[in-house]
């Protein structure tokens, strides 16, 4: 069964460019998470969605970043406009429903974005 | 609330070596404990966990109890090889209540391994 995908695996965009990352959990899976990771802060949730809704954004770190979730198979992270802070890995990762609070998550490889 | 504390890598050692990564945290309630891996270039896997107090987890040789009266839930490896390079991150769950609960994750310890 194929993980976690998601796409791009890199990103180089530019300041003020609007940049999508796009992800497709393990079919099955319930849960999708959105995380970033920098030197600096480590590993942030900044979303996660329960059967495509969107149940805990506070992550979120401003109104620059919007995630959506239109059906069971597809998740997307919307940067508009993007700014160098934003440079970050940022992974996606999906988990199955009923295993309340022993959750594994499980990972994609990432997508490397760096706003230049 | 919740956190994770873990030691500061990165952590230098030759194979075969005896490996303990430190990790604490803070809770309140029972909550589940896991040890996550990230090997380079990808994103993190499940190592073990431990969901009640005096558990053990254990998987590829590494092995870990969660321990109520210390907080804590050290990671231990007997022998390490070179493939055991990666970053390790500790996390917890929050006592289910009815809801989903997030993971909260350590800081990531570096473990490099030398032939």
């Known amino acids: 069964d194929a993980g976690v995908i998601q796409s791009p695996r890199h990103e180089v965009t530019e300041m003020g460019q609007e940049v999508t990352l796009r992800c497709k959990p393990i079919?099955?899976?319930?849960?999708l998470f959105w995380y970033r990771q920098t030197m600096m802060r480590g590993l942030e949730l900044l979303i996660y969605f329960n059967n495509n809704v969107p149940i805990d954004d506070s992550g979120m770190p401003e109104d620059r970043f919007s995630a959506k979730m239109p059906n069971a198979s597809f998740s997307t992270l919307k940067i508009q406009p993007s700014e160098p802070r934003d440079s970050a890995v940022y992974f996606c990762?999906?988990?199955?429903?009923?295993?309340?609070?022993?959750?594994?998550?499980?990972f994609g490889p990432g997508t490397r974005l760096t706003v230049l | 609330g919740d956190s994770v504390t873990q030691m500061e890598g990165p952590v230098t050692l030759s194979e075969e070596a005896f490996l303990t990564i430190n990790c604490t945290y803070t809770a309140t309630g029972y909550p589940s404990l896991f040890w996550y891996v990230q090997y380079p270039g990808e994103g993190l896997q499940l190592l073990l966990k431990?969901?009640?107090?005096?558990d053990k987890g254990s998987n590829k040789g590494f092995e870990a109890t969660y321990r109520k009266e210390t907080t804590s839930f050290h990671l231990e490896k007997g022998s390490v090889q070179v493939s055991d390079s990666a970053v390790y991150f500790c996390a917890l769950s929050p006592p289910f209540s009815g809801g989903y609960n997030k993971l909260i994750f350590g800081a990531g310890t570096r473990l490099a391994v030398h032939p």
């Open positions: 431990a969901t009640k107090a005096d």
């Open positions: 079919s099955g899976h319930d849960y």
């Open positions: 990762a999906s988990s199955p429903p009923g295993q309340g609070s022993y959750n594994e998550q499980f």
